[in-house]
């Protein structure tokens, strides 16, 4: 069946480094892909999209891009800060039936 | 500012209570979700629902039902609380059919504790 694997957290780094978590999912079809995010204390919300192969999604300095020969759709952001230290899920829809399915999480810690 | 409201943000119960979790939705969604968050496996999908009445399996619905009376309201419901449903419960809804939208809205999360 579907699934998405992502890198295993915590994640530690320092404010303005570069940041990138991998993703990379399997789908008998053509997913749509996300990240979502859940900061502390809250529930997750949809950080990025991209519905199609070299499609690109951004948000909030993140970007991801959905590449289909390698099955990936890795998020990368040049400069983090503080306020992005949450847990970030990888996830895919192929929208037979409205489910989503989710990887399952890196928590990312920034330190100031 | 749309809105996905769950009832308990914690809950401790004892083995063998019953357990109800609300979840409402002001956005007029048709479908709603429930998950469990568990550390190191992620969310997993309990139940959901595309319509009133309606409810689907997810992949782990053992020792679980829900409740879709209305529209806005999703309800989980646990018939005999174990130690091992401990967990962190997320409620979601959707618009139907527009599938690679991928925009769930999610609650806030209810934290049951089973002792």
């Known amino acids: 069946g579907d699934s998405v694997t992502q890198m295993e957290g915590p994640v530690t780094l320092s404010e303005e480094a570069f940041l990138t978590i991998n993703c990379t999912y399997t789908?008998?079809?053509?997913?749509?892909l996300f990240w979502y995010v859940q900061y502390p204390g809250e529930g997750l919300q949809l950080l990025l999209k991209?519905?199609?192969?070299?499609d690109k999604g951004s948000n909030k300095g993140f970007e991801a891009t959905y590449r289909k020969e390698t099955t990936s759709f890795h998020l990368e952001k040049g400069s983090v800060q503080v306020s992005d230290s949450a847990v970030y899920f990888c996830?895919?829809?192929?929208?037979?039936?409205?489910?989503?399915?989710f990887g399952k999480g890196t928590r990312l810690h920034i330190l100031p | 500012d749309v809105k996905v409201t769950q009832s308990s943000r914690y809950l401790v119960k004892r083995t063998g209570e019953k357990v109800f979790l609300e979840c409402v939705q002001d956005?007029?969604?048709?479908?709603m979700f429930w998950y469990r968050q568990d550390p190191g496996l992620g969310l997993r999908l309990i139940y959901f629902s595309y319509d009133v009445k309606m409810k689907e399996k997810g992949d782990i619905p053992e020792g679980y039902s829900v409740s879709r009376e209305k529209k806005e309201r999703f309800s989980l419901i646990l018939e005999s609380a174990s130690t091992n449903q401990t967990s962190m419960y997320l409620c979601?809804?959707?618009?139907?059919?527009?599938?690679?939208?991928?925009?769930?809205?999610f609650g806030e999360g209810s934290r049951l504790t089973v002792l």
């Open positions: 996830a895919l829809s192929e929208g037979r039936d409205d489910k989503i399915i």
């Open positions: 979601a809804s959707s618009v139907l059919g527009q599938p690679n939208t991928g925009e769930l809205f």
């Open positions: 956005m007029d969604h048709e479908n």
């Open positions: 991209a519905t199609k192969a070299d």
């Open positions: 789908a008998t079809g053509y997913p749509s």
